[in-house]
């Protein structure tokens, strides 16, 4: 059965700060990792990762993915107090069509 | 349409009625996901859609579940005789293809169940 562990499972930074959320998965015929930004509303799209060692990066925003090591981490710095939400990671498996099994996210949250 | 929405946001149901939730995808997408969402978890798969073709109900958690999207677009999730435990926010997504997209999620249903 296919596994996504997110850690930390809550994190409470000051502004200004830089965090990495983590992410370990266990698939099998591993296609993609992807991250989402959730507010009180609609998981947003933030990375599709297929490839190790290949930074995607959108502000201050930024990701990487281990395939060897089966992980992958999202950095946010200079967090912000609209950086707060849950940081859902997903996994997407070859082969069949797009599941995605997430992991239980991580809630940030950013003060002044 | 701009993105993909839910109807209704909201939706309270006494134990054992039976409730609706729509989804409209974003035009032109030809997948179609429902996903379930517990208080505190990642969202689960439940179904899967290419055009009007259920491929996958697999996740599906009893047959009180059903889903259709009989003219491969909008898409009706349907609960019959409701528990307590289906409380639960309802997301639907959408991709163009399904293979290697990425899926652009609505705003969810909320239910609960009393």
Redesign the interface.
Known sequence: EDKVVQSPLSLVVHEGDTVTLNCSYEVTNFRSLLWYKQEKKAPTFLFMLTSSGIEKKSGRLSSILDKKELFSILNITATQTGDSAVYLCAVDRAGTASKLTFGTGTRLQVTL | GA??SQSPRYKVAKRGQDVALRCDPISGHV?L?W?QQAL??????LT?F?NEAQ??KS?LPSDRFFAERPEGSVSTLKIQRTQQEDSAVY?CAS?FQ???????????TRLLVL
């Open positions: 993105g993909v997948s996901f996903y505190g978890q990642g969202p689960e798969f899967y290419q491929l996958d996740g997301l991709s399904g293979w290697s997209e990425t899926q652009y999620f609505g705003p969810g």
